[in-house]
């Protein structure tokens, strides 16, 4: 049976209002798997005044268990002040409460060593070490819920707000408005009217300020030297993975042959400082690469699946909205080479069903994004000029100098990536931009 959260009364530090909130002493994702994830969110035993909107975590005792994992933290407050003796047997009492909820066969000889932790980050840490996730990703996630909390709290202060939106300028990223969306649309289906309509008028508010930036592309390696001293610089570090996939179209043979050659010539001068990150730099991208290669393999088969199961569908909007988390880059990639392929050998209906399951797939992804990235999406992808130019028009008040901004930014990014004629169409759209703008402050 689960453990049922205690209604707890607590006092407002900022106006004193008291108000009960939910207090989860045991956490345990065994019984309750969503609580995991509210836990890494940091929305478990969060508190929110109703009265002046401040909100914060909840500094309580936790026992956290994860039979899968066979883990089981205890995190006890220094605020608390309980002796040795009085903090043993607490946290005693706990564990047999969650053993006794624990099927026989399952009860592992991790329960009779709980590990224990002194603050509630090293907490967190512990379960995400257990998880096996990028602790730099999740903390950063953490950091941008609390920021979020913090606007939501200061949106009658303006004074607060401006000042607490200007110190946090360089966090609100793409990702952070994406986040953002995500929540909105999880309180929307909790019901949760209220919340989740001050959550999009705080998104409505920071999109008046400043346009998110979109993600900043990795340098540009200017030769397979220096592409190597890159890797080499990244080599062991928590975003590996990503950094071989951002450069893995570099990697072509010329690469290896000269990291090869500058291991042997390591090797032969009896530089071991030198030759030792060098070898061990080619197997872990081979190793990577392997990996990489393994895993979009399962996606494409995965996306090949659902775009399966998507061309049976009897309402195809339906579908695709339940199916939304699973419309990744890989999906969009096999959806458009079928789609290519159905074209090639002249099977009309299925080329046609494939671009119906494209659209709807891109306007529900793209209803997440801020409506100024939202347009610039649809002007991609538009016939230039005429399409381009309606779009242009029916979206006049969001035809601003940040949409010029961050149209340039995308430009950027795709760089030499794209043909003359595409680079042509989207010259041609900036300039169709940057004339309306002319226009309008004329």
Sequence with gaps: ???????????????????????????????EPELKDQFLRGEL????CPECGTSGLLNTMIIYHDPEKELLVAYVPSELQLSAQDQERTIGSLVNAVMNETPAEQRKAYFFSPRTVLTYDSLFETVLEAEGFDKNVLERQRSW???INSLVAAMDDEE?????ADENLDKMDYEFYLLLADLIDAQAE???EGTSQSLRDLRDRLLTRSSPAMPSPPPEPTSASELIDILLEAQGGPQWDDVVEDYLPHMDYAFFQ???????????????????????????????ID?????????EDAASLLIMELLEAEDLDAAVREREAQLDEVFFLV????????QSRNNEQRAGRLGAILDKARDVREEKLPPDLRLISQLLRADFPEESANLLEEHGTLVTANLLKAFDHYVAQVGDNIGEEAKERLTGIRGQIADRLEVDQG
Excluded: W, Y
């Excluded at 035993?45 to 929110?48: C, E, G, P």
């Excluded at 032969?268 to 060098?278: I, K, R, V």
């Design 1 to 31: 049976m689960p453990f049922p959260p205690m209604p707890t009364q607590i006092r407002c530090p900022s106006c004193n209002t008291q108000f009960l909130v939910d207090i989860r002493t045991i956490v345990d994702v065994g019984l």
């Design 145 to 147: 819920l609390e920021l």
């Design 160 to 164: 607060a707000f401006d000042r607490i």
């Design 45 to 48: 035993n969060r508190a929110r």
């Design 291 to 299: 990996r990489q290669s393994k895993a979009l393999r399962e996606a």
């Design 258 to 288: 000269a990291l090869t050659e500058r291991l042997e010539a390591a090797q032969a001068a009896e530089d071991a400082d030198t030759a030792g990150p060098l070898e061990q730099l080619r197997k872990a991208l081979l190793d990577a």
């Design 335 to 342: 959806l458009g080479r079928l789609r290519q392929t159905a």
């Design 190 to 192: 909790q019901s949760e």
